[in-house]
């Protein structure tokens, strides 16, 4: 078995635990391999063990690599979710490339996803960027406008809102994982109390997926625990 394919088994076991300590159903929980930095051989590698939704961060890179992909595997369907920041100059290939995007914060931008997002593809699946660290972290739209902004993007015809992501700073205690999760489902919770209709919360990274799983990620983000350690200057 590759390096992947057996560590692909780790991290499924991992969600599997985790949601079964927090009382939940292991489907619940859905696992997006980021392969940012990472050649499509590696995709491919996951492919072949049975994964389908991969992230990417970078727009040019994540295009190059889902059409070797698709050339290498035909029509296998895959789901590609973009998690980077978003330049205004790049929604287009990211509009006419990608399923899903997590990296919402501005509506100005949202907005030009649905007027790019092609007529004959599914409407692009997104969530909303919320800044949970406050002065910590730059990025993410500050908690207190996440439901405003929610609203506007619900309202765009060609985007389906699908939910909330945050990348919370680096924290080693358990705990405190959980304590900034929290901050996320809570909006979560809200926001659907409000009326809105969401279905996801894409939390979790490789360091830190069971405090998320606990508090209710639906979409754990997991790149190095799959793939393997990346050259730090990329990201
Ligand atoms: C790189 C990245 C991940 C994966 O991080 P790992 O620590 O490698 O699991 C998840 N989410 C986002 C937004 C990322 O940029």
């Known amino acids: 078995m590759s390096t992947i394919a057996h560590n692909l088994q780790v991290v499924t076991e991992a969600i599997n635990v985790a949601a079964r300590e927090a009382q939940r159903a292991p489907g619940e929980v859905q696992l997006l391999a980021v392969s940012k930095t990472f050649p499509a051989q590696a995709v ?15 727009v040019q890179e994540g295009v190059d690599k889902i059409h070797a992909v698709a050339q290498a595997r035909g ?3 895959l789901e590609w979710h973009f998690i ?15 399923d899903w995007v997590h990296t919402i914060e501005r509506e100005k931008i949202a907005q030009r996803l649905s007027e790019q997002r092609p007529a004959g593809l599914h409407p692009l699946q997104v969530c909303i960027q919320v800044n949970t660290s406050g002065e910590a972290s730059k990025s993410g739209v500050p908690l207190a406008e996440a ?14 809102l699908r939910g909330l992501m945050s990348i919370p700073e680096p924290e080693h205690d358990f705990d405190k994982q959980r304590a900034a999760f929290r901050v996320l489902r809570e909006l979560y919770d809200q926001l659907r109390a409000e009326g809105i209709a969401l279905d996801t919360l ?5 360091a830190d997926m069971r405090a998320a ?3 209710g990620a639906t979409i754990v983000r997991v790149g190095s625990a799959i793939f393997g350690a990346r050259n730090t200057n990329q990201g």
């Open 75 to 77: 029509c296998t369907p």
């Open 84 to 98: 980077g920041p978003i330049q205004s100059n790049k929604t287009r290939l990211i509009a006419e490339n990608f």
């Open 213 to 215: 799983i606990h508090e």
């Open 147 to 160: 439901g405003a902004l929610a609203r506007r993007v619900a309202a765009l015809p060609r985007l389906a």
């Open 44 to 58: 491919l590698e996951a492919v072949y063990a049975g994964q389908r939704a991969f992230g990417e961060n970078y």
């Open 202 to 206: 894409s939390m979790g990274m490789s």
